[in-house]
T-cell receptor, first 109, second 117 residues
């Protein structure tokens, strides 16, 4: 079955600390993985996708097929990173997204 | 280019009434996806449409729910005879026709919050 798991509902760190939001997936094939972010009172927006291998706002994510993981990392958290983060998987030929439950990142001053 | 528009933003219905949720994709986008987010849960795929066609409705409940994306006008998600369990946030996303097709980035609307009394 296709599934995305984000084990942490809430992650709270201090400004300047490293951040890692965990994401594990289950998919029999070659999935495409994404991280979406929702800032307070804004709509859901794409943060990054694994095929582009780019760093956005200091965040990176590496697809680890052996561990079926796509963890989101940032070396030094900023207060403006506080938001809800969703990991998502796209498989098959329709592009539909399968989302994890989401992790709220709270960066304290 | 205005983003994906959804209306109404909030909708209150009594049990047994009908709910109609509208989604206007971004200009030039002809792929529309609907997702539902129940309280304390992640977004769940419902249906994928292209103009005048339902491509994948594997996430739609078997009864009371229907969706359409006519040649002209917005995509509509229709829920008949609503029940309390339909209370949720319903999100629409669109992606462009050109490029990689359904693998293109999906752009999300602000959602419609449906409350069934």
């Amino acid at each position: 079955a296709q599934r995305v798991t984000q084990p942490e509902k809430l992650l709270s760190v201090f400004k300047g600390a490293p951040v890692e939001l965990k994401c594990n997936y289950s998919y029999s094939g070659s999935p495409e993985l994404f991280w979406y972010v929702q800032y307070s009172r804004q709509r859901l927006q794409l943060l990054l996708r694994h095929i582009s291998r780019e760093s956005i706002k200091g965040f990176t994510a590496d697809l680890n097929k052996g561990e079926t993981s796509f963890h989101l990392k940032k070396p030094f958290a900023q207060e403006e990173d506080s938001a809800m983060y969703y990991c998502a998987l796209s498989g098959g030929n329709t592009g539909k997204l399968i989302f994890g439950q989401g992790t709220t990142l709270q960066v304290k001053p | 280019n205005a983003g994906v528009m959804q209306n109404p933003r909030h909708l209150v219905r009594r049990r047994g009434q009908e709910a109609r949720l509208r989604c206007s994709p971004m200009k030039g986008h002809s792929h529309v996806y609907w997702y539902r987010q129940l309280p304390e849960e992640g977004l769940k795929f419902m249906v994928y449409l292209q103009k005048e066609n339902i491509i994948d409705e594997s996430g739609m409940p078997k009864e009371r729910f229907s969706a359409e994306f006519p040649k002209e006008g917005p995509s509509i998600l229709r829920i008949q005879q609503v029940v309390r369990g339909d209370s949720a946030a319903y999100f629409c996303a669109s992606s462009p026709a050109q490029g990689g097709g359904p693998q293109e980035t999906q752009y999300f609307g602000p959602g419609t919050r449906l409350l069934v009394l």
